[in-house]
């Protein structure tokens, strides 16, 4: 039988995955909550839009090392709390608050390998922007529920000499007891718990899955691994979702039934 493992948001995009016990599916096809602040660029007027492209703002593809930042975010107190190496900054989201971790995260990075990355024009002073609650940094237009199988990431795993767990992948969705990429192959329709779901294409991957979760190191070209050792066209791991009526709620250990 196949059942949800574990569920995941990212309050702030590019950062530190937040697991739930449950997570809400919005109408929209986004999680509740998730990618709802993101460290932009200086000269990024904030969106209206509802997605956010990598390029605007940190991300792990192309600043590995922030795999190293542990961020919460306390729903009930809407404080964030940033931690690295003797970095340890607590803070409201007023804009003192917002300042404060802004200065935290380029501390940091200058004492990076990526510091030279924050000379580029247009990147200094970073912005964090979002109200912490709606869910609209995401990297396409329509959200979408990113879900992948914990044995594809295992089989992936066995075939490098570096770590790779579920982290890299930065899904809300990990199923057990699929067998090995076979979700790449579902078609149609995917009920988790009472929530329905329309299949809608296979999740190509970028560099953001070469960077070691613990080390914020490029340990593994899991890119070129997937097109040569597992034949693949472009490099894919998971697959997206959209609700097919109205959203809802879903949690660790719900059934995921393929309906086709």
């Known amino acids: 039988m196949i059942r949800v493992d574990a569920l995941y948001r990212y309050p702030v995009k590019g950062f530190t995955p937040e697991r739930r016990r449950r997570l809400v599916v919005q109408t929209d096809g986004r999680v509740q909550g998730d990618r709802a602040l993101v460290f932009a660029f200086a000269d990024v007027d904030h969106p209206d839009e509802a997605t956010f492209p990598k390029s605007r703002g940190l991300a792990l593809m192309t600043f590995p090392t922030l795999a190293r930042i542990a961020l919460t975010l306390d729903d009930a107190t809407d404080r964030l709390r940033l931690r690295v190496d003797d970095i340890d900054v607590e803070a409201d989201l007023d804009e003192d608050g917002r300042r404060r971790l802004a200065e935290a995260v380029t501390a940091y990075l200058r004492t990076s390998s990526d510091a030279k990355l924050l000379d580029r024009d247009g990147i200094l002073p970073l912005q964090l922007i979002g109200d912490s609650r709606t869910a609209r940094f995401q990297d396409r237009p329509q959200g979408y529920i990113s879900l992948h199988g914990a044995a594809s990431?295992?089989?992936?795993?066995?075939?490098?000499?570096?770590?790779?767990?579920?982290?890299?992948?930065r899904s809300n969705i990990v199923v057990s007891g699929?067998?090995?990429w076979a979700e790449l192959d579902w078609r149609g329709r995917v009920r988790i718990g009472e929530v329905v779901f329309e299949v809608q294409k296979p999740i190509e991957r970028c560099a953001a899955i070469?960077?070691?979760?613990?080390?914020?190191?490029?340990?593994?070209?899991?890119?070129?691994?997937?097109?040569?050792?597992?034949?693949?066209?472009?490099?894919?791991l998971g697959i997206l979702l959209l609700p097919v009526d109205g959203g809802g709620t879903i949690a660790e250990g719900d059934e995921v039934v393929p309906l086709g």
């Open 178 to 180: 699929a067998a090995p």
């Open 210 to 236: 070469t960077a070691n979760p613990d080390t914020g190191v490029r340990d593994a070209r899991l890119l070129r691994v997937l097109t040569t050792e597992f034949a693949q066209t472009e490099p894919t």
């Open 153 to 169: 990431v295992q089989d992936l795993d066995a075939a490098v000499p570096a770590p790779v767990d579920d982290r890299r992948f």
